[in-house]
């Protein structure tokens, strides 16, 4: 049962990391597009 947890536990752990550099990762992209926008006005 503690193992079953413990998997569980990694697993959730995992999925939320994805998820926030996932986040993350579209967070920049859209900065990124915003500052060249202003860049090429």
Not at 28 to 35: D, E, F, G, L, V
């Amino acid at each position: 049962m503690r193992h079953s947890f413990s998997g569980l536990s990694m697993y959730r752990s995992i999925h939320t990391c994805l998820h926030t550099c996932a986040c993350a990762h579209t967070h920049i992209y859209a900065c990124t597009a915003h500052i060249l926008t202003h860049i090429k006005n």
